[in-house]
């Protein structure tokens, strides 16, 4: 195109767009400062109200994904000084939106985090480039405020450069945020070789960064989420009043409440990922696609349990729960495999259940809840 269309352009005033910026900047780093990022938050010790805000990351999220994703297409536009002229303001206007979005999801996620058990190197990346991608966004912000003011094609194009950049850096952190809640095969389980195998390779790469040499935290006693929802447990044949201690039942009561605390996210009634729903002791010994989940007396061909037991950094990324969601105790691990051994049976009492010394404390710790 011809360049030379004179700078007719007025000064435009901006000073709007100037104090919403140092609002949203002032804001980011004032909210980091309440709620720091950690990368082990420990269980419980947050507010209800800041749970119930973080619930809303996943809503959150869109907007910033939608609006910069646009906003990529208008900058490509806006590259030209014509189209600077012509869309230099709605690029500005989403820019504000885009990064208010941004800053939103990043305040929900943080305190979405602190429900506890995000660890692991998706989470780890996740947060970091999420945090980093929203920081660039905002610089970006103040560069292009800048080169809009002093009409300077220069600071428009450094902004460009510092906005994409952002961009593509909190692309990747959604990504692994993904990754945690729909599994780390999820993108990638049906993508050709040629797009796989680099995919796969660049993944490891950017997790290896952060992935600690092993995961294994034990918890000192499990705890039992109280969101359960009631009509998915099957109470089968015991009475309305809760069983006394005596009465209760190895499956019902010690081995359902760790795979619904730790399991259920993904496999019940709402969502049952893999075709595989656990909520019930049928549908656990019945599996999912795959089948075979528990089966009795054999360990070694549950497949629940041969997925728990993969390394968290799979390199297929089968590991369950995927990396990333709350990873079960070693203990907890130890009591499935003990309850597959001895015949995955649902009848058994407890107090009739040969349970391992060395578990007694953590079975004690669920029967309590
Ligand atoms: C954050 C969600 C999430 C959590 C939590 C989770 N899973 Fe999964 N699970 C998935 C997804 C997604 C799949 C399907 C993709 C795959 O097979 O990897 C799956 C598949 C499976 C399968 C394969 C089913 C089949 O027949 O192919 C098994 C077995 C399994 N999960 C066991 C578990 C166990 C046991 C736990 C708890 C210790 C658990 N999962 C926790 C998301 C989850």
């Not at 990346?125 to 103040?142: E, K, R, S, Y």
């Not at 009509?231 to 009043?241: R, Y």
Request: net charge negative.
């Amino acid at each position: 195109m011809s360049s030379n269309s004179p700078d007719t352009d007025e000064p435009k005033s901006l000073t709007a767009a100037w104090i919403t910026a140092i609002l949203l900047i002032v804001l980011y780093v004032i909210g980091l400062l309440i709620f720091p990022p950690l990368y082990d938050a420990p269980k419980g010790d947050a507010s209800s109200f800041v749970l119930f805000i973080g619930r809303f990351h996943p809503i959150f999220l869109h907007l910033p994904v939608g609006i910069l994703g646009l906003l990529v297409l208008f900058e490509l536009i806006c590259s030209t000084r014509r189209g600077e002229q012509k869309f230099g303001e709605a690029s500005l206007l989403m820019l504000i939106i885009g990064a208010a979005g941004a800053v939103m999801a990043v305040f929900a996620g943080i305190m979405l985090s602190r429900e506890g058990g995000y660890v692991g190197g998706n989470f780890s990346l996740h947060q970091t480039m999420g945090l980093l991608g929203t920081a660039g966004v905002l610089i970006a912000l103040v560069i292009r405020l800048m080169g809009m003011g002093r009409n300077s094609m220069e600071l428009l194009n450094a902004y460009r450069a510092v906005y994409f950049l952002s961009f593509g850096i909190m692309g990747l952190g959604a990504h692994f945020g993904g990754n945690m809640s729909h599994g780390n095969t999820f993108l990638t389980q049906h993508a050709p070789a040629w797009i796989k195998v680099p995919m796969v390779n660049m993944e490891k790469w950017m997790l290896s960064f952060v992935q600690k040499p092993k995961v294994e935290k034990a918890e000192p006693t499990l705890e039992v989420k109280t969101e359960v929802k009631p009509v998915a447990i099957d109470l089968g044949p015991t009475p309305p009043a809760p069983p006394s201690s005596d009465e209760k039942l190895v499956f019902e009561h010690v081995i359902l409440p760790i795979l619904t605390a730790k399991c259920n996210k993904c496999h019940c009634e709402e969502k049952s990922k893999g075709e595989l729903r656990m909520d019930t002791y049928e549908l656990a010994m019945k599996g999912g696609e795959n089948g075979k989940n528990f089966v009795a007396g054999k360990v070694a061909e549950s497949l629940s349990i041969a997925r728990i037991m993969l390394p968290i950094d799979d390199d297929d990324g089968e590991h369950m729960p995927p990396d990333g969601k709350d990873q079960l105790t070693p203990e907890e691990i130890a009591l499935l495999k003990w309850w597959v051994e001895q015949g995955a049976s649902d009848t058994q009492k407890v107090k009739d259940a040969k349970i391992p010394a060395e578990l007694q404390a953590t079975v004690d710790g669920i029967l309590k809840g």
